[in-house]
C-alpha cells in the first residue's frame, strides 16, 4: 500500500517551533506581525487569506488583512505595499496572487522590501535561494522538501524528476533540490514525453498547474510522488496535478488537498521568524531540521 505523505504532521511541527519563537519574541517586547494585501475577485485568494489570519490567531501572532477592490490602480497597490515597508510594527508582507491583469505582478512582489517579504519572491530573496545565502526562500518548494523528509527519505544521490519550471515552485526548487545533491531532471511543456522521464524517476515532484496531468500510465510502482499543484474541480473543491487514482500504483504520493498546502501556510510564518531575524529583532531561529 502506498505511503500518503499527509501535510498535517509536518505542520504541526513547524507550527510547534514558531509558537517557541513568538513566545520568545513576547518576551524580549516583540509582538510579530503579519500583513496580508488581497485584491478582491479571487475566490481562493480570499480563502487563502481568511486561513493564514486564523492560523496566526492560534500562534499568538498579530495579522493585519488590507483587502482593495479588483479596478484598485497598480499606483494605489504599490502606494500601500510602501507605506507597510516603512511601518516598523510590521514584519512580514505578503501579497495574494494572482492579481488582476492589469497589475504588474512582478512590479508588485519587487515592491516588498526583501527582509519582509515573508512569500520569498523579491529578486533579492530569490537570489538568495539560488545561492543559499541568508534571505526569505519560497515557501512551497521548502514545503515539498520537508514533506518528503518528514517521511523518512532522502534526496541524495537519487534520480528526481521535477515537472514545471514556473517562477514561484519550479525555478526555486531547482536550486534546493541541487543543494540536496540530487539528481535533477526538469520537464516542461516542451518535453515531448513527460512520462518517459518518470518511469526513469526515483522522486518525482510536480508544480504545474494543470489537474491530471500525471496519470497511471505514466509511472512506475517505487516511484515517491510530491504534488504541489491546486486546481480547482467542477464542484468547486481543489485537486492537483497528479490524477488521485495513481496513489494506487505507486510506492508514495502526497494528497491535494491535505499534502503541500498545509505545510506551506506553516512555513510563511516561519519564514516571518526568519524575517524578524533578518530585520534584527530576537534571534532564535525556527529549527526545520529537528523535529519536522
Given at each position: 500500500m502506498a505511503q500518503a505523505f499527509k501535510g498535517k504532521p509536518v505542520a504541526d511541527a513547524i507550527r510547534a517551533e514558531v509558537t517557541e519563537v513568538v513566545n520568545t519574541l513576547k518576551a524580549q517586547g516583540h509582538t510579530p506581525k503579519m500583513a496580508v494585501l488581497l485584491v478582491e475577485g479571487d475566490p481562493a485568494s480570499y480563502h487563502y487569506a481568511q486561513a493564514k489570519g486564523k492560523a496566526a490567531e492560534k500562534l499568538g501572532i498579530d495579522y493585519e488583512l488590507h483587502s482593495f477592490p479588483s479596478d484598485v490602480s497598480e499606483d494605489e497597490l504599490l502606494t500601500s505595499i510602501r507605506q507597510l515597508n516603512d511601518d516598523p510594527t510590521v514584519h512580514g508582507i505578503m501579497l495574494e496572487l494572482p492579481l488582476p491583469k492589469h497589475i504588474?505582478?512582478?512590479?508588485?512582489?519587487?515592491?516588498?522590501?526583501?527582509?519582509?517579504?515573508?512569500?520569498?519572491?523579491?529578486?533579492?530573496?530569490?537570489?538568495?535561494?539560488?545561492?543559499?545565502?541568508?534571505?526569505?526562500?519560497?515557501?512551497?518548494?521548502?514545503?515539498?522538501?520537508?514533506?518528503?523528509?518528514?517521511?523518512?527519505?532522502?534526496?541524495?544521490?537519487?534520480?528526481?524528476?521535477?515537472?514545471?519550471?514556473?517562477?514561484?515552485?519550479?525555478?526555486?526548487?531547482?536550486?534546493?533540490?541541487?543543494?540536496?545533491?540530487?539528481?535533477?531532471?526538469?520537464?516542461?511543456?516542451?518535453?515531448?514525453?513527460?512520462?518517459?522521464?518518470?518511469?526513469?524517476?526515483?522522486?518525482?515532484?510536480?508544480?504545474?498547474?494543470?489537474?491530471?496531468?500525471?496519470?497511471?500510465?505514466?509511472?512506475?510502482?517505487?516511484?515517491?510522488?510530491?504534488?504541489?499543484?491546486?486546481?480547482?474541480?467542477?464542484?468547486?473543491?481543489?485537486?492537483?496535478?497528479?490524477?488521485p487514482d495513481v496513489i494506487d500504483v505507486v510506492a508514495g504520493m502526497s494528497p491535494t488537498p491535505g499534502g503541500v498546502g498545509s505545510v506551506t501556510t506553516a512555513l510563511l510564518f516561519a519564514n516571518l521568524m526568519q524575517a524578524m531575524r533578518l530585520q534584527n529583532l530576537g534571534t532564535k531561529e525556527v529549527n526545520l531540521n529537528g523535529n519536522v
Amino acid at each position: 500500500m502506498a505511503q500518503a505523505f499527509k501535510g498535517k504532521p509536518v505542520a504541526d511541527a513547524i507550527r510547534a517551533e514558531v509558537t517557541e519563537v513568538v513566545n520568545t519574541l513576547k518576551a524580549q517586547g516583540h509582538t510579530p506581525k503579519m500583513a496580508v494585501l488581497l485584491v478582491e475577485g479571487d475566490p481562493a485568494s480570499y480563502h487563502y487569506a481568511q486561513a493564514k489570519g486564523k492560523a496566526a490567531e492560534k500562534l499568538g501572532i498579530d495579522y493585519e488583512l488590507h483587502s482593495f477592490p479588483s479596478d484598485v490602480s497598480e499606483d494605489e497597490l504599490l502606494t500601500s505595499i510602501r507605506q507597510l515597508n516603512d511601518d516598523p510594527t510590521v514584519h512580514g508582507i505578503m501579497l495574494e496572487l494572482p492579481l488582476p491583469k492589469h497589475i504588474d505582478t512582478k512590479k508588485a512582489t519587487s515592491a516588498i522590501t526583501p527582509c519582509k517579504d515573508v512569500d520569498g519572491l523579491h529578486p533579492q530573496n530569490l537570489l538568495a535561494t539560488v545561492a543559499g545565502t541568508p534571505g526569505l526562500y519560497p515557501a512551497t518548494p521548502q514545503a515539498c522538501i520537508l514533506l518528503l523528509k518528514h517521511y523518512g527519505h532522502t534526496l541524495a544521490g537519487k534520480n528526481v524528476v521535477l515537472v514545471g519550471r514556473g517562477e514561484t515552485v519550479g525555478l526555486p526548487l531547482i536550486h534546493l533540490l541541487l543543494r540536496e545533491n540530487a539528481t535533477v531532471t526538469v520537464c516542461h511543456s516542451r518535453t515531448p514525453d513527460i512520462g518517459a522521464h518518470l518511469r526513469k524517476a526515483d522522486i518525482a515532484f510536480v508544480a504545474v498547474g494543470r489537474k491530471n496531468l500525471v496519470t497511471k500510465d505514466m509511472v512506475h510502482p517505487d516511484l515517491l510522488i510530491i504534488d504541489a499543484g491546486i486546481n480547482e474541480t467542477d464542484d468547486g473543491g481543489i485537486t492537483g496535478d497528479v490524477a488521485p487514482d495513481v496513489i494506487d500504483v505507486v510506492a508514495g504520493m502526497s494528497p491535494t488537498p491535505g499534502g503541500v498546502g498545509s505545510v506551506t501556510t506553516a512555513l510563511l510564518f516561519a519564514n516571518l521568524m526568519q524575517a524578524m531575524r533578518l530585520q534584527n529583532l530576537g534571534t532564535k531561529e525556527v529549527n526545520l531540521n529537528g523535529n519536522v
